[in-house]
């Protein structure tokens, strides 16, 4: 722990739900605001068992409101041409119950959203990856979006070069899984399975992956392909082509990168002086027992942070592959 000079901003502590009950815990556990999406396509976590309805949302609202946390609404997969009629429908219900924010990423559902209904506060999502000033003033200027979630691309040095430049908040992603791709530009899983993140809410479903026993090792498939295979001391990951270990002239390697969670806790008095706004951790596949850990832990460091001290929880049990890494926020290559 090191003392630091106390800071009076507001970090935003925005957390995954992606169940009711994962909405509970992590407004009980320290969220500062929680994030979800409907139960269908026009979110990016479109998997059998999470989200909510309409009715659940509202319960939520009331939820979360009593107990002074925000609710955003990811509605956040780009709207097929021709089939707007569902993310329409998830911003309009958006505006009559009076979520906080909706977070969009589609240029024609931020126009509806902001000529229709005014009073919505609007964020930009990473997956419109809006990665510089020119292009995150432009949202604002036409959107009129109050924040803008900035993808995993960008360094420390680089995030702060942005708040100097633009009137809006920042949101950076905090813990969970990394995406190694562009957000909003990935089409990999659905060159093997027909769906993508951007289009359908979903990056290998479910229905597409599956686990093989073949003696002592474990094989991960998605759509029939074999993704990876883990010795008996290695722990499995999920089968995505980006996290896929591939044999090129029989070596066998990672092809983009290797499976590890997103981590900055030893760096958030860095991102505090960056002039962030907030923090999202990912997670809304995740289980109400990540959540609480993740959240809990989160809460203090960030409680930590703004009085001037850095407090570093290890939390490599809930990490991917069991590691843990602080991405390009680091970066030392160009």
Avoid at 90 to 101: E, G, Q, S, Y
Avoid at 227 to 245: D, Q, S, V
Avoid at 249 to 277: M, R
Wanted: aromatic share 8%; with cysteine.
């Amino acid at each position: 722990m090191t003392n630091r000079t106390p800071t009076t901003k507001k970090l935003e502590l925005v957390c995954p739900a992606g169940t009711p009950a994962a909405l509970r815990v992590a407004v009980d556990a320290g969220a500062d605001a929680v994030y979800m999406g409907f139960r269908d396509e026009t979110n990016a976590r479109n998997f059998p068992g999470l989200n909510f309805s309409v009715d659940e949302l509202a319960e939520a609202l009331d939820y979360a409101h009593e107990r002074g946390v925000k609710v955003l609404l990811a509605v956040n997969t780009y709207a097929a041409a021709g089939k707007g009629d569902p993310w329409i429908t998830a911003v309009d219900n958006a505006a009559r119950l009076k979520v906080d924010a909706i977070i969009l990423a589609d240029v024609g559902l931020l126009d509806y959203a902001h000529r229709t209904h005014p009073e919505l506060r609007l964020h930009l999502s990473v997956q419109a990856s809006a990665s510089n000033a020119a292009t995150i003033n432009y949202y604002a200027r036409e959107f009129d979006i109050r924040r803008v979630v900035l993808p995993r691309v960008l360094t420390v040095p680089e995030i702060r070069a942005i708040n100097q430049q633009i009137d809006i908040e920042t949101e950076v992603f905090a813990f969970g899984g990394m995406c190694p791709m562009a957000e909003g530009r990935c089409s990999l899983s659905s060159y093997i399975t027909g769906k993508s993140p951007n289009m359908n809410g979903v990056c290998s479903p479910a229905s597409a992956v599956s686990y093989v026993q073949e003696g002592r090792d474990l094989k991960t498939n998605l759509a029939g392909f074999t993704i990876n295979k883990f010795g008996p001391h290695e722990r499995a990951g999920y089968p995505t082509l980006c996290k896929g270990r591939f044999s090129t002239n029989g070596d066998p390697g990672y092809l983009f990168e290797e499976p590890t969670s997103l981590n900055v806790t030893n760096i958030l008095p860095e991102l505090i002086e960056a002039g962030i706004s907030a923090l999202k951790i990912e997670g809304r596949q995740r289980s109400k027992a990540y959540v609480r850990e993740v959240v809990q832990n989160f809460r203090k460091s960030v409680d930590a942070a703004l009085s001037g001290e850095r407090l570093i929880i290890p939390m490599d049990n809930l990490t991917e592959g069991g590691h843990n890494t602080t991405g390009a926020y680091n970066k030392k290559w160009m």
